[in-house]
Each structure stands twice: as structure tokens, then as C-alpha cells.
């Protein structure tokens, strides 16, 4: 008798129940919340160590420069004219262009040497807004083109998140293009001025405080051997972010409550970082485009990451803006123009370059004595550099 084999059936599989899934996706969760922070945290290392490869890079462009010129650039230059006036020239951002691998871009916009800013503005925006990385902390929330309207055209401009310290000067960039001589406390030399529309003299007719004079100015260019505070003791230049998230606001002690939104119950005006192919800044219709250009500079006069950013430029006497040795920012009409504090992307402080080419974390929190004697070259202040390095 023949036995037949029983066929074997394959074992059935059974899928996953709702509640493992559940599980398992609520496992998948909590992995992907605990390594998020990590990645985050990881990529902002990498910016930051990129932004400070960008300080270094402008330290060896600004050595260079003085291993060649036997001095620093000037923070702008001028020309006079023959009609009683000078006029802008160049700046220390254009200058450094061939210390920086960018000659092929500074070739293109002067190649006769003459260092005009007629000729940055005339080689057209395939050039100014071209994007530098070296010139931008990657971490900036700042726009890729930035509209400045100093040019009879409307025009973008690439950006640039570093500024050069002018010291712990107010340094107020105070034009009044009215035809009116205004006051204005500030590190420029008197003696350079810009002509109105209408014809008149206008431009900066105070003096800087010499005490609080930084490595960078109008008209002065200062040696390495001249910084007798010690280069090493000297900030150079830092991090002058900007971006939605910097509000300006009118007055020495100015704070939430007077900023443009709150004071004009209009939209909300903040600081945008100038183009690096011009130290000029201007916006000729702020409550459309939404912002103010600062400048090339900023001061350690005011505290590092403070925000909202005071708007030197339009504070008056009355909002409480006078200094120290009793100089006050005068009101200028159709100024629209910041200068303030360095302001850093990322939190708890800034990346400062000083003139010995080292690169720096300060604290937001520094002692305000410590701080202005960071931003001058002859303050004669001493303090203990390995005390406030983070």
C-alpha cells in the first residue's frame, strides 16, 4: 500500500499589528529628536569654522597689504575735484580684493588704477553683486542681494557680514544731502566731504576723539607699529550681521518700544549689511524695501549682539543720544544710514579679527571697560587678554 507524502504548505507570515507599528515609528521619532540637535549642532560648527576662516583670510589680505604699503588701508579714501570738494574713491573692502584671491574682479572694475568708485558703479551688477563666500558668515540670515539706491538707478548688491572697527567712536556716517551742515561726533576726518544735490557743502565737520580712535578712519591710515595698545590687543574687524531678525530702533538707551514698527505703527524696518563693493550705504525708501544699509564699519562703543541695533544716524539729543564728552548726534534729514554695534549670527558673541591676524571669540557679556579698550589703538588701557577669551 502505497502511502502518499502530505504536501507542506508554506508557514503563513503574519504582518506587523498597528501597534507595532506604532512603536516602531514612535522609536524612529525619538532617534531622528535626539540626533536632530546633534546634525544641527554639527553644521553650525562647520559655519562658524568657516566664518572664522573667513576673519583669517582678511587678516593674511590686510598683512599682506601692509607688508607691501608699509601701512594699513584706509578705511575710504577721497579725491578733490578742483571745486572745493572731494569725492569718494575707494574703500578698504576694494582695496583688499587682490590679498584675497579676488584680483580678476578687481582687475575688471579698475583696471586703470584709479580706484574711482564711478567705476565699480559702472561695471554693472555682473560685478557688485557678485557673491564672495569669504565675505559672508554662512550662518547670516542676510538676503543674497541687497537693493541700495545710491545710484541714480536702483541697484542689488551682494552682501558682506564682516565690518572694520573704527574703534569705540560713535562713528555716525552723517550726510545731509539737504544742503545743511550737520554736526555729527564721529572717527572721519573733517576734511572730506561730498557735495549735495543741491550744491551746497555738506559732510562730516567734527573731528573724532583721538582716545577712542580705531585702526580704521577717513583720511588716516594707520602703521602696525602706530597700534601701541598691541595688536594683539586690537580688534581689527568682527562680525556685523544683518537680517530681519535686527531691528533698528532711535537712541542711546533705546530699546523694543522704539523701534520703526513701534513708533510709526508701520512695518517693522531692520538692518541690512551693506554691499561689499561699496562702503556707502543708502535707501532712499525704507518703508518699501523694508531696511537700512549699515556701513563698512562698527564701533565697541556699543555692546556686541545688542538688539534691537541702534540707528545712530537719526538719533537726537532728546531720544538721550550724547556721548560721553558731551557731543551729541544731531538729527540729519534724508540720512538713512547705520552704523552700530558687531552683531554675530551666532549666539553668546562675536568672531573678531585683531591686528596681530589672530581670530577671537569675545563674549556679549564683556565688561563694557574691556570692550572699549578692544576697539582702540591708543586708548593706553591695559587688561589681561587670556581673561576674556572664550
Given at each position: 500500500?502505497?502511502?502518499?507524502?502530505?504536501?507542506?504548505?508554506?508557514?503563513?507570515?503574519?504582518?506587523?499589528?498597528?501597534?507595532?507599528?506604532?512603536?516602531?515609528?514612535?522609536?524612529?521619532?525619538?532617534?531622528?529628536?535626539?540626533?536632530?540637535?546633534?546634525?544641527?549642532?554639527?553644521?553650525?560648527?562647520?559655519?562658524?569654522?568657516?566664518?572664522?576662516?573667513?576673519?583669517?583670510?582678511?587678516?593674511?589680505?590686510?598683512?599682506?597689504?601692509?607688508?607691501?604699503?608699509?601701512?594699513?588701508?584706509?578705511?575710504?579714501?577721497?579725491?578733490?575735484?578742483?571745486?572745493?570738494?572731494?569725492?569718494?574713491?575707494?574703500?578698504?573692502?576694494?582695496?583688499?580684493?587682490?590679498?584675497?584671491?579676488?584680483?580678476?574682479?578687481?582687475?575688471?572694475?579698475?583696471?586703470?588704477?584709479?580706484?574711482?568708485?564711478?567705476?565699480?558703479?559702472?561695471?554693472?551688477?555682473?560685478?557688485?553683486?557678485?557673491?564672495?563666500?569669504?565675505?559672508?558668515?554662512?550662518?547670516?540670515?542676510?538676503?543674497?542681494?541687497?537693493?541700495?539706491?545710491?545710484?541714480?538707478?536702483?541697484?542689488?548688491?551682494?552682501?558682506?557680514?564682516y565690518a572694520f572697527s573704527s574703534g569705540a567712536n560713535l562713528a555716525p556716517w552723517c550726510t545731509d544731502f539737504?544742503?545743511?551742515?550737520?554736526?555729527?561726533?564721529?572717527?572721519?576726518?573733517?576734511?572730506?566731504?561730498?557735495?549735495?544735490?543741491?550744491?551746497?557743502?555738506?559732510?562730516?565737520?567734527?573731528?573724532?576723539?583721538?582716545?577712542?580712535?580705531?585702526?580704521?578712519?577717513?583720511?588716516?591710515?594707520?602703521?602696525?607699529?602706530?597700534?601701541?595698545?598691541?595688536?594683539?590687543?586690537?580688534?581689527?574687524?568682527?562680525?556685523?550681521?544683518?537680517?530681519?531678525?535686527?531691528?533698528?530702533?532711535?537712541?542711546?538707551?533705546?530699546?523694543?518700544?522704539?523701534?520703526?514698527?513701534?513708533?510709526?505703527?508701520?512695518?517693522?524696518?531692520?538692518?541690512?549689511?551693506?554691499?561689499?563693493?561699496?562702503?556707502?550705504?543708502?535707501?532712499?525708501?525704507?518703508?518699501?524695501?523694508?531696511?537700512?544699509?549699515?556701513?563698512?564699519?562698527?564701533?565697541?562703543?556699543?555692546?556686541?549682539?545688542?538688539?534691537?541695533?541702534?540707528?545712530?544716524?537719526?538719533?537726537?539729543?532728546?531720544?538721550?543720544?550724547?556721548?560721553?564728552?558731551?557731543?551729541?548726534?544731531?538729527?540729519?534729514?534724508?540720512?538713512?544710514?547705520?552704523?552700530?554695534?558687531?552683531?554675530?549670527?551666532?549666539?553668546?558673541?562675536?568672531?573678531?579679527?585683531?591686528?596681530?591676524?589672530?581670530?577671537?571669540?569675545?563674549?556679549?557679556?564683556?565688561?563694557?571697560?574691556?570692550?572699549?579698550?578692544?576697539?582702540?589703538?591708543?586708548?593706553?588701557?591695559?587688561?589681561?587678554?587670556?581673561?576674556?577669551?572664550?
Open positions: 500500500m502505497c502511502k502518499h507524502a502530505r504536501a507542506m504548505r508554506p508557514a503563513s507570515r503574519r504582518g506587523f499589528t498597528l501597534i507595532e507599528l506604532l512603536v516602531v515609528m514612535a522609536i524612529i521619532s525619538i532617534l531622528i529628536a535626539l540626533l536632530l540637535p546633534a546634525v544641527q549642532q554639527a553644521r553650525e560648527a562647520a559655519r562658524r569654522t568657516q566664518c572664522r576662516n573667513n576673519l583669517k583670510q582678511y587678516g593674511i589680505a590686510i598683512h599682506s597689504f601692509h607688508d607691501l604699503y608699509s601701512k594699513l588701508p584706509y578705511y575710504d579714501r577721497s579725491q578733490p575735484a578742483g571745486d572745493g570738494y572731494h569725492y569718494a574713491q575707494t574703500w578698504v573692502g576694494i582695496d583688499l580684493l587682490p590679498f584675497i584671491e579676488a584680483n580678476n574682479i578687481f582687475k575688471t572694475a579698475d583696471d586703470d588704477g584709479t580706484f574711482l568708485y564711478s567705476d565699480w558703479y559702472n561695471v554693472g551688477p555682473e560685478i557688485t553683486n557678485t557673491q564672495l563666500a569669504f565675505a559672508r558668515c554662512p550662518s547670516s540670515a542676510q538676503a543674497d542681494a541687497i537693493q541700495i539706491n545710491i545710484l541714480p538707478e536702483v541697484r542689488l548688491w551682494a552682501p558682506m557680514t539737504s544742503g545743511n551742515d550737520e554736526d555729527a561726533p564721529s572717527s572721519y576726518k573733517a576734511d572730506w566731504n561730498s557735495t549735495a544735490e543741491s550744491g551746497s557743502k555738506s559732510g562730516y565737520i567734527n573731528p573724532p576723539n583721538e582716545a577712542l580712535l580705531g585702526p580704521f578712519m577717513r583720511t588716516r591710515a594707520f602703521r602696525l607699529g602706530q597700534i601701541k595698545d598691541g595688536t594683539s590687543n586690537t580688534i581689527c574687524m568682527g562680525e556685523a550681521t544683518g537680517g530681519p531678525e535686527w531691528p533698528i530702533c532711535h537712541g542711546r538707551d533705546c530699546d523694543d518700544s522704539q523701534t520703526y514698527a513701534n513708533l510709526n505703527g508701520t512695518s517693522d524696518v531692520y538692518l541690512a549689511d551693506f554691499g561689499w563693493a561699496t562702503a556707502e550705504p543708502g535707501a532712499t525708501d525704507t518703508e518699501a524695501i523694508g531696511y537700512i544699509t549699515s556701513s563698512g564699519i562698527a564701533s565697541t562703543f556699543w555692546e556686541f549682539n545688542r538688539n534691537p541695533v541702534i540707528d545712530n544716524m537719526m538719533a537726537t539729543a532728546a531720544a538721550g543720544a550724547s556721548r560721553d564728552n558731551g557731543d551729541v548726534i544731531r538729527d540729519c534729514d534724508n540720512v538713512e544710514h547705520v552704523v552700530g554695534n558687531f552683531r554675530s549670527p551666532h549666539p553668546g558673541g562675536c568672531f573678531f579679527l585683531l591686528c596681530d591676524g589672530s581670530v577671537q571669540w569675545f563674549g556679549e557679556t564683556m565688561d563694557e571697560s574691556i570692550r572699549i579698550a578692544l576697539g582702540t589703538v591708543n586708548g593706553g588701557e591695559t587688561f589681561n587678554m587670556g581673561s576674556i577669551v572664550d
